[in-house]
Protein backbone atom coordinates (compact mmCIF):
# COMPACT_ATOMS: atom_id res chain seq x y z
CA UNK A 1 0.00 0.00 0.00
CA UNK A 2 1.36 3.56 -0.88
CA UNK A 3 1.93 5.87 1.87
CA UNK A 4 2.84 9.80 2.07
CA UNK A 5 6.10 10.19 4.20
CA UNK A 6 5.56 13.57 4.64
CA UNK A 7 1.86 14.31 4.40
CA UNK A 8 1.25 18.17 3.70
CA UNK A 9 4.50 19.66 2.68
CA UNK A 10 3.60 23.10 1.21
CA UNK A 11 -0.04 23.40 1.64
CA UNK A 12 -0.21 21.94 5.37
CA UNK A 13 -2.89 19.40 4.62
CA UNK A 14 -2.47 16.31 6.91
CA UNK A 15 -3.26 13.62 4.29
CA UNK A 16 -2.70 10.55 6.09
CA UNK A 17 -5.01 11.50 8.78
CA UNK A 18 -7.82 12.52 6.60
CA UNK A 19 -7.27 9.25 4.68
CA UNK A 20 -7.76 7.59 8.00
CA UNK A 21 -10.37 8.71 9.32
CA UNK A 22 -12.73 8.50 6.14
CA UNK A 23 -11.66 5.20 5.54
CA UNK A 24 -12.81 4.32 9.01
CA UNK A 25 -16.39 5.67 8.54
CA UNK A 26 -16.52 3.99 5.47
CA UNK A 27 -15.15 0.87 7.58
CA UNK A 28 -17.75 0.80 10.32
CA UNK A 29 -20.91 -0.09 9.39
CA UNK A 30 -20.21 -3.33 8.04
CA UNK A 31 -17.45 -3.40 10.46
CA UNK A 32 -19.35 -3.43 13.16
CA UNK A 33 -21.97 -5.90 11.98
CA UNK A 34 -19.24 -8.40 11.44
CA UNK A 35 -18.37 -7.96 14.60
CA UNK A 36 -21.91 -8.32 16.35
CA UNK A 37 -22.79 -11.24 14.55
CA UNK A 38 -19.25 -13.00 15.56
CA UNK A 39 -19.72 -12.55 18.92
CA UNK A 40 -23.62 -13.98 19.06
CA UNK A 41 -22.26 -16.92 16.83
CA UNK A 42 -19.65 -17.41 19.80
CA UNK A 43 -21.98 -17.01 22.29
CA UNK A 44 -24.27 -19.58 20.04
CA UNK A 45 -21.47 -22.50 19.84
CA UNK A 46 -20.28 -21.96 23.67
CA UNK A 47 -23.98 -22.24 24.44
CA UNK A 48 -24.24 -25.70 22.66
CA UNK A 49 -21.21 -26.96 23.86
CA UNK A 50 -22.58 -26.38 27.45
CA UNK A 51 -26.14 -27.63 26.27
CA UNK A 52 -24.60 -30.94 25.17
CA UNK A 53 -22.40 -31.43 28.16
CA UNK A 54 -25.79 -30.97 30.31
CA UNK A 55 -27.24 -33.08 28.44
CA UNK A 56 -24.70 -35.88 28.67
CA UNK A 57 -24.38 -35.63 32.16
CA UNK A 58 -28.09 -36.76 32.29
CA UNK A 59 -27.52 -39.06 30.04
CA UNK A 60 -24.98 -40.79 31.99
CA UNK A 61 -27.26 -40.54 35.28
CA UNK A 62 -29.85 -42.15 32.95
CA UNK A 63 -27.83 -45.04 32.19
CA UNK A 64 -27.49 -47.21 34.63
CA UNK A 65 -30.73 -46.74 36.15
CA UNK A 66 -32.17 -48.01 32.16
CA UNK A 67 -29.77 -50.45 31.77
CA UNK A 68 -30.39 -52.01 34.81
CA UNK A 69 -26.76 -52.01 36.35
CA UNK A 70 -27.54 -49.66 38.86
CA UNK A 71 -30.11 -52.14 40.66
CA UNK A 72 -27.41 -55.11 40.21
CA UNK A 73 -25.52 -53.76 43.36
CA UNK A 74 -25.60 -55.77 46.35
CA UNK A 75 -24.57 -55.79 49.51
CA UNK A 76 -23.64 -58.70 52.10
CA UNK A 77 -24.17 -58.68 55.81
CA UNK A 78 -23.12 -60.94 58.77
CA UNK A 79 -25.08 -60.96 61.89
CA UNK A 80 -21.74 -62.24 63.54
CA UNK A 81 -18.89 -60.21 62.26
CA UNK A 82 -16.89 -61.61 64.83
CA UNK A 83 -17.03 -65.15 62.93
CA UNK A 84 -17.42 -63.92 59.27
CA UNK A 85 -17.77 -61.35 56.95
CA UNK A 86 -18.82 -61.18 53.51
CA UNK A 87 -18.64 -59.35 50.49
CA UNK A 88 -19.59 -59.64 46.78
CA UNK A 89 -19.41 -59.26 42.75
CA UNK A 90 -21.83 -58.48 40.26
CA UNK A 91 -23.04 -62.07 39.98
CA UNK A 92 -24.58 -62.39 43.57
CA UNK A 93 -28.36 -62.07 43.75
CA UNK A 94 -30.66 -61.67 46.63
CA UNK A 95 -30.91 -64.63 49.53
CA UNK A 96 -30.35 -65.29 53.25
CA UNK A 97 -28.07 -68.07 54.39
CA UNK A 98 -27.48 -69.52 57.57
CA UNK A 99 -23.76 -70.05 57.89
CA UNK A 100 -21.92 -72.41 60.41
CA UNK A 101 -18.37 -72.02 60.96
CA UNK A 102 -17.18 -74.97 61.80
CA UNK A 103 -13.08 -75.08 61.19
CA UNK A 104 -10.77 -72.47 59.95
CA UNK A 105 -8.25 -73.14 57.27
CA UNK A 106 -4.97 -73.18 58.72
CA UNK A 107 -1.14 -73.10 56.98
CA UNK A 108 1.07 -75.85 57.36
CA UNK A 109 3.56 -75.25 60.38
CA UNK A 110 6.72 -77.38 61.64
CA UNK A 111 9.68 -77.15 63.97
CA UNK A 112 13.04 -79.13 63.89
CA UNK A 113 14.69 -80.28 67.07
CA UNK A 114 17.70 -78.16 68.64
CA UNK A 115 20.58 -77.65 66.67
CA UNK A 116 23.87 -76.04 68.63
CA UNK A 117 24.41 -72.60 67.38
CA UNK A 118 27.54 -73.69 65.51
CA UNK A 119 25.96 -76.66 63.77
CA UNK A 120 27.08 -76.82 60.20
CA UNK A 121 26.01 -79.28 57.31
CA UNK A 122 28.55 -80.91 55.35
CA UNK A 123 27.04 -83.43 53.47
CA UNK A 124 23.40 -84.48 51.91
CA UNK A 125 20.50 -83.00 50.61
CA UNK A 126 17.19 -81.26 51.41
CA UNK A 127 14.11 -81.60 49.09
CA UNK A 128 11.04 -79.34 50.33
CA UNK A 129 7.71 -80.27 48.28
CA UNK A 130 4.76 -78.87 48.29
CA UNK A 131 2.34 -80.91 45.65
CA UNK A 132 4.21 -81.75 42.54
CA UNK A 133 6.64 -78.20 43.05
CA UNK A 134 9.82 -79.06 44.80
CA UNK A 135 13.13 -77.28 45.94
CA UNK A 136 16.19 -79.58 46.30
CA UNK A 137 19.61 -77.66 48.04
CA UNK A 138 22.81 -78.92 49.73
CA UNK A 139 25.63 -77.48 51.40
CA UNK A 140 26.95 -76.18 48.20
CA UNK A 141 24.03 -74.36 47.34
CA UNK A 142 22.18 -73.44 50.77
CA UNK A 143 25.35 -72.96 52.80
CA UNK A 144 26.82 -75.30 55.46
CA UNK A 145 24.80 -73.19 58.24
CA UNK A 146 21.10 -73.21 59.43
CA UNK A 147 20.59 -69.69 58.59
CA UNK A 148 21.97 -70.17 55.55
CA UNK A 149 19.77 -72.73 54.96
CA UNK A 150 16.86 -70.70 55.97
CA UNK A 151 18.01 -67.69 53.72
CA UNK A 152 18.64 -70.29 50.80
CA UNK A 153 15.23 -71.28 51.25
CA UNK A 154 13.07 -68.18 51.10
CA UNK A 155 15.52 -66.84 48.30
CA UNK A 156 15.12 -69.78 46.27
CA UNK A 157 13.31 -69.02 42.52
CA UNK A 158 12.02 -72.98 42.82
CA UNK A 159 10.71 -72.10 46.31
CA UNK A 160 7.55 -74.22 46.17
CA UNK A 161 5.09 -72.29 49.16
CA UNK A 162 7.39 -72.33 52.01
CA UNK A 163 8.81 -69.68 54.37
CA UNK A 164 11.73 -70.61 56.78
CA UNK A 165 12.88 -69.26 59.69
CA UNK A 166 15.47 -69.91 62.82
CA UNK A 167 14.46 -69.06 66.03
CA UNK A 168 16.85 -68.70 68.48
CA UNK A 169 15.54 -70.78 71.91
CA UNK A 170 17.16 -71.03 75.39
CA UNK A 171 17.80 -74.31 74.46
CA UNK A 172 19.51 -73.69 71.23
CA UNK A 173 18.32 -73.43 67.90
CA UNK A 174 15.36 -74.12 65.70
CA UNK A 175 14.57 -74.39 62.35
CA UNK A 176 10.75 -73.07 61.65
CA UNK A 177 8.80 -74.13 58.07
CA UNK A 178 5.62 -72.73 57.22
CA UNK A 179 3.48 -73.25 54.23
CA UNK A 180 2.96 -69.71 52.88
CA UNK A 181 -1.13 -70.58 52.24
CA UNK A 182 -3.45 -72.41 54.30
CA UNK A 183 -5.22 -75.72 53.16
CA UNK A 184 -4.40 -79.17 53.19
CA UNK A 185 -3.35 -79.31 49.47
CA UNK A 186 -0.23 -76.84 50.57
CA UNK A 187 1.10 -79.19 53.69
CA UNK A 188 4.78 -79.33 52.65
CA UNK A 189 6.94 -82.61 53.08
CA UNK A 190 10.80 -82.79 53.59
CA UNK A 191 12.90 -85.08 52.13
CA UNK A 192 16.54 -85.27 53.66
CA UNK A 193 19.73 -87.31 53.65
CA UNK A 194 23.50 -87.06 55.34
CA UNK A 195 23.87 -83.77 57.74
CA UNK A 196 20.32 -82.65 57.07
CA UNK A 197 18.31 -86.29 58.32
CA UNK A 198 17.01 -84.83 60.96
CA UNK A 199 14.77 -82.14 59.03
CA UNK A 200 12.93 -85.51 57.18
CA UNK A 201 9.36 -84.21 57.43
CA UNK A 202 6.04 -86.51 56.28
CA UNK A 203 3.17 -86.96 59.04
CA UNK A 204 1.17 -88.80 56.36
CA UNK A 205 3.91 -91.53 56.22
CA UNK A 206 5.39 -91.55 59.84
CA UNK A 207 7.82 -89.20 59.07
CA UNK A 208 8.60 -86.97 61.67
CA UNK A 209 12.16 -85.48 61.83
CA UNK A 210 10.19 -82.20 62.33
CA UNK A 211 7.49 -81.74 64.88
CA UNK A 212 4.21 -80.53 63.85
CA UNK A 213 3.31 -77.37 65.39
CA UNK A 214 -0.42 -77.11 62.84
CA UNK A 215 -1.59 -78.99 60.35
CA UNK A 216 -2.26 -77.44 56.78
CA UNK A 217 -5.90 -78.76 56.89
CA UNK A 218 -9.16 -76.60 54.82
CA UNK A 219 -11.52 -74.80 56.31
CA UNK A 220 -15.21 -76.03 57.27
CA UNK A 221 -18.15 -74.54 56.79
CA UNK A 222 -22.02 -75.37 56.09
CA UNK A 223 -23.97 -72.90 54.37
CA UNK A 224 -28.09 -73.67 54.51
CA UNK A 225 -26.83 -77.40 55.93
CA UNK A 226 -24.50 -78.14 53.20
CA UNK A 227 -21.04 -78.72 53.90
CA UNK A 228 -18.53 -76.72 51.92
CA UNK A 229 -14.87 -76.85 51.99
CA UNK A 230 -12.06 -74.33 51.43
CA UNK A 231 -8.46 -74.75 51.58
CA UNK A 232 -8.43 -70.46 52.13
CA UNK A 233 -10.82 -69.05 54.54
CA UNK A 234 -11.73 -66.82 52.06
CA UNK A 235 -14.54 -68.90 50.92
CA UNK A 236 -15.42 -68.58 47.02
CA UNK A 237 -18.10 -70.57 45.09
CA UNK A 238 -20.23 -71.53 48.03
CA UNK A 239 -22.88 -69.01 47.53
CA UNK A 240 -22.80 -67.35 44.07
CA UNK A 241 -20.91 -64.00 43.95
CA UNK A 242 -20.39 -63.82 47.43
CA UNK A 243 -16.62 -64.17 49.13
CA UNK A 244 -17.21 -65.66 53.11
CA UNK A 245 -14.19 -64.68 54.93
CA UNK A 246 -13.82 -66.64 57.84
CA UNK A 247 -12.44 -65.13 61.04
CA UNK A 248 -14.02 -67.63 63.70
CA UNK A 249 -15.94 -70.78 64.75
CA UNK A 250 -19.63 -70.58 65.17
CA UNK A 251 -21.31 -70.97 68.47
CA UNK A 252 -23.93 -73.12 68.84
CA UNK A 253 -26.48 -71.67 66.61
CA UNK A 254 -25.86 -70.70 62.77
CA UNK A 255 -25.29 -67.49 62.13
CA UNK A 256 -27.17 -64.79 59.39
CA UNK A 257 -25.93 -64.03 56.00
CA UNK A 258 -28.15 -61.64 53.97
CA UNK A 259 -27.50 -60.53 50.33
CA UNK A 260 -29.71 -57.82 49.63
CA UNK A 261 -30.05 -54.66 47.09
CA UNK A 262 -27.27 -51.76 47.73
CA UNK A 263 -30.20 -49.11 48.24
CA UNK A 264 -27.97 -46.91 49.54
CA UNK A 265 -25.87 -46.82 46.06
CA UNK A 266 -29.31 -46.73 43.80
CA UNK A 267 -30.40 -43.89 46.06
CA UNK A 268 -27.11 -42.11 44.82
CA UNK A 269 -28.20 -42.99 41.63
CA UNK A 270 -31.66 -41.68 41.70
CA UNK A 271 -30.18 -38.54 43.11
CA UNK A 272 -27.96 -38.17 40.54
CA UNK A 273 -30.58 -38.05 37.58
CA UNK A 274 -32.40 -35.50 39.49
CA UNK A 275 -29.09 -33.31 40.47
CA UNK A 276 -28.30 -33.57 36.51
CA UNK A 277 -31.97 -32.83 35.22
CA UNK A 278 -32.06 -29.64 37.56
CA UNK A 279 -29.02 -28.99 36.26
CA UNK A 280 -29.80 -28.65 32.89
CA UNK A 281 -32.86 -26.24 33.87
CA UNK A 282 -30.74 -23.97 35.37
CA UNK A 283 -28.82 -23.95 32.04
CA UNK A 284 -31.79 -23.52 29.73
CA UNK A 285 -33.06 -20.55 31.84
CA UNK A 286 -29.51 -19.07 32.04
CA UNK A 287 -29.19 -19.67 28.22
CA UNK A 288 -33.06 -18.07 27.20
CA UNK A 289 -32.45 -15.07 30.12
CA UNK A 290 -33.62 -11.39 29.61
CA UNK A 291 -32.21 -8.39 31.42
CA UNK A 292 -34.79 -5.75 30.86
CA UNK A 293 -32.53 -3.46 32.75
CA UNK A 294 -29.00 -4.24 30.39
CA UNK A 295 -31.23 -5.15 27.52
CA UNK A 296 -28.98 -8.16 27.92
CA UNK A 297 -30.06 -11.60 26.60
CA UNK A 298 -28.73 -15.38 26.75
CA UNK A 299 -27.18 -16.84 23.59
CA UNK A 300 -30.44 -19.06 22.97
CA UNK A 301 -33.05 -16.72 23.89
CA UNK A 302 -36.15 -17.98 21.78
CA UNK A 303 -34.16 -20.64 20.81
CA UNK A 304 -36.87 -23.34 19.16
CA UNK A 305 -34.70 -26.86 19.59
CA UNK A 306 -33.67 -25.94 23.35
CA UNK A 307 -37.36 -25.12 23.96
CA UNK A 308 -38.15 -28.73 22.17
CA UNK A 309 -35.53 -30.05 24.32
CA UNK A 310 -36.83 -28.59 27.63
CA UNK A 311 -40.23 -29.28 26.39
CA UNK A 312 -40.07 -33.37 25.94
CA UNK A 313 -37.87 -33.93 28.63
CA UNK A 314 -40.48 -32.25 30.96
CA UNK A 315 -42.57 -34.28 29.46
CA UNK A 316 -41.48 -37.35 29.27
CA UNK A 317 -40.05 -37.39 33.35
CA UNK A 318 -44.08 -36.29 33.71
CA UNK A 319 -45.36 -39.66 32.14
CA UNK A 320 -47.13 -42.24 33.88
CA UNK A 321 -45.26 -45.52 32.97
CA UNK A 322 -45.92 -48.08 35.57
CA UNK A 323 -48.06 -50.85 34.95
CA UNK A 324 -51.65 -50.35 36.07
CA UNK A 325 -52.35 -51.16 39.24
CA UNK A 326 -48.34 -50.99 40.56
CA UNK A 327 -47.81 -49.79 43.32
CA UNK A 328 -44.81 -48.06 41.62
CA UNK A 329 -46.07 -46.19 37.92
CA UNK A 330 -44.29 -42.81 38.26
CA UNK A 331 -41.31 -40.73 39.66
CA UNK A 332 -43.88 -39.52 42.14
CA UNK A 333 -44.26 -42.58 43.85
CA UNK A 334 -40.53 -42.38 44.65
CA UNK A 335 -40.96 -39.08 46.22
CA UNK A 336 -39.87 -37.13 43.29
CA UNK A 337 -41.96 -34.34 41.70
CA UNK A 338 -41.84 -31.36 39.84
CA UNK A 339 -41.48 -27.64 41.50
CA UNK A 340 -43.39 -24.36 40.39
CA UNK A 341 -39.75 -23.64 39.14
CA UNK A 342 -39.28 -26.81 36.27
CA UNK A 343 -36.83 -28.93 38.88
CA UNK A 344 -37.54 -31.43 40.45
CA UNK A 345 -37.62 -32.47 43.87
CA UNK A 346 -36.72 -35.49 45.69
CA UNK A 347 -38.39 -37.01 48.89
CA UNK A 348 -35.45 -39.68 50.25
CA UNK A 349 -37.65 -41.40 53.04
CA UNK A 350 -40.26 -41.68 49.64
CA UNK A 351 -37.61 -43.43 48.07
CA UNK A 352 -36.33 -45.59 50.31
CA UNK A 353 -39.94 -46.82 51.34
CA UNK A 354 -40.30 -48.19 47.60
CA UNK A 355 -36.71 -49.49 47.10
CA UNK A 356 -37.80 -51.56 50.44
CA UNK A 357 -41.24 -52.69 49.58
CA UNK A 358 -41.36 -52.54 45.79
CA UNK A 359 -37.30 -53.48 44.75
CA UNK A 360 -38.04 -54.65 41.14
CA UNK A 361 -41.26 -52.22 40.43
CA UNK A 362 -38.68 -49.71 40.66
CA UNK A 363 -36.20 -50.81 38.50
CA UNK A 364 -38.67 -51.41 36.08
CA UNK A 365 -39.62 -47.88 36.34
CA UNK A 366 -36.49 -46.83 34.98
CA UNK A 367 -35.42 -49.85 32.51
CA UNK A 368 -35.04 -49.30 28.58
CA UNK A 369 -37.84 -51.71 27.95
CA UNK A 370 -41.16 -50.72 29.24
CA UNK A 371 -39.99 -47.47 31.52
CA UNK A 372 -38.41 -43.97 31.44
CA UNK A 373 -35.24 -45.06 29.71
CA UNK A 374 -37.52 -46.31 26.67
CA UNK A 375 -38.11 -43.48 25.54
CA UNK A 376 -35.26 -41.14 26.95
CA UNK A 377 -32.61 -43.15 26.30
CA UNK A 378 -32.77 -42.18 22.02
CA UNK A 379 -34.07 -39.06 22.87
CA UNK A 380 -30.78 -37.94 24.67
CA UNK A 381 -28.96 -40.17 21.60
CA UNK A 382 -30.94 -38.33 19.21
CA UNK A 383 -29.29 -35.18 20.80
CA UNK A 384 -25.85 -36.32 21.40
CA UNK A 385 -24.75 -38.81 18.88
CA UNK A 386 -22.64 -37.46 16.09
CA UNK A 387 -24.03 -35.82 13.25
CA UNK A 388 -26.89 -35.12 15.46
CA UNK A 389 -29.21 -32.43 16.32
CA UNK A 390 -26.84 -30.51 18.19
CA UNK A 391 -23.62 -31.00 15.99
CA UNK A 392 -25.99 -30.15 12.90
CA UNK A 393 -26.33 -26.39 14.94
CA UNK A 394 -22.53 -26.79 15.84
CA UNK A 395 -22.10 -27.01 12.15
CA UNK A 396 -24.16 -24.39 10.96
CA UNK A 397 -22.36 -21.66 13.46
CA UNK A 398 -19.68 -22.88 11.94
CA UNK A 399 -20.12 -22.18 8.45
CA UNK A 400 -21.08 -19.14 9.65
CA UNK A 401 -18.51 -17.86 11.47
CA UNK A 402 -16.70 -19.01 8.31
CA UNK A 403 -18.99 -16.82 6.07
CA UNK A 404 -18.03 -13.86 8.32
CA UNK A 405 -14.43 -14.58 7.55
CA UNK A 406 -15.03 -14.04 3.60
CA UNK A 407 -16.81 -11.15 4.48
CA UNK A 408 -14.10 -9.91 6.41
CA UNK A 409 -11.15 -10.16 3.81
CA UNK A 410 -13.58 -8.92 1.50
CA UNK A 411 -13.90 -5.94 3.46
CA UNK A 412 -10.33 -5.51 4.44
CA UNK A 413 -10.05 -5.69 0.60
CA UNK A 414 -12.16 -3.21 -0.12
CA UNK A 415 -11.49 -0.60 2.35
CA UNK A 416 -7.30 -0.98 1.36
CA UNK A 417 -8.12 -0.03 -2.25
CA UNK A 418 -10.54 2.80 -0.93
CA UNK A 419 -7.43 4.03 0.83
CA UNK A 420 -5.43 4.14 -1.97
CA UNK A 421 -7.85 5.78 -4.11
CA UNK A 422 -8.10 8.87 -0.94
CA UNK A 423 -4.72 8.68 -0.90
CA UNK A 424 -4.06 9.43 -4.61
CA UNK A 425 -6.41 11.55 -4.50
CA UNK A 426 -5.47 14.08 -1.46
CA UNK A 427 -1.77 13.77 -3.21
CA UNK A 428 -3.26 15.35 -6.03
CA UNK A 429 -4.91 17.95 -4.08
CA UNK A 430 -1.89 18.66 -1.45
CA UNK A 431 0.34 19.27 -5.23
CA UNK A 432 -2.06 21.30 -6.44
CA UNK A 433 -2.66 23.35 -3.01
CA UNK A 434 1.07 23.74 -3.05
CA UNK A 435 1.67 24.90 -6.49
CA UNK A 436 -1.04 27.20 -5.88
CA UNK A 437 0.36 28.77 -2.84
CA UNK A 438 3.63 29.15 -4.59
CA UNK A 439 1.84 30.68 -7.80
CA UNK A 440 0.35 33.17 -4.84
CA UNK A 441 3.69 33.90 -3.79
CA UNK A 442 5.14 34.81 -7.14
CA UNK A 443 2.05 37.37 -7.67
CA UNK A 444 2.83 38.64 -4.34
CA UNK A 445 5.87 39.44 -5.04
CA UNK A 446 5.86 40.83 -8.64
CA UNK A 447 2.77 42.92 -7.55
CA UNK A 448 5.46 44.43 -4.59
CA UNK A 449 8.03 45.35 -7.20
CA UNK A 450 5.48 46.88 -9.82
CA UNK A 451 3.94 48.94 -6.89
CA UNK A 452 7.54 50.16 -5.48
CA UNK A 453 8.67 51.06 -9.33
CA UNK A 454 5.87 53.66 -9.41
Not at 283 to 292: A, E, F, G, I, P
Not at 388 to 416: K, P
Amino acid sequence: MASISSPGVGSGLDVNSLVTKLVAAERAPKQNQIDAQRTQYTAQVSAIGKLKSSLSALQTALAGLADGSAFSKFLATSSATTHFSASVDATASAGNYAINVERLATAEKASSGVFPANATFASGAITISVGSQSLTLDPTTAGNTLSSLASAINRSPQNPGVSAAVVHATDGDHLVLTSTQTGAANAFTVAATGDYASLAYDPAHGVHGLSTVTSGVDAKLSVDGFEVTSASNAVTGAVQGVTINLAALSGDTPDTLTVAADTASIQTSVKALVTSYNAFVALSKQLTSYDSASGTAGAMLGDSTLLSIGSRLAHQLGSVVGSSGSAVQSLGDLGIRFEVDGTLSLDTDKLGAALTAHPEQVKSLFSNGSGYGADLTPLLAGYLQSGGILDGRSASLAQNTRSLDDQQTQLDARMDQLTLMYQTQFTQLDTLLTSLKSTSSFLTQQLAVVSASK
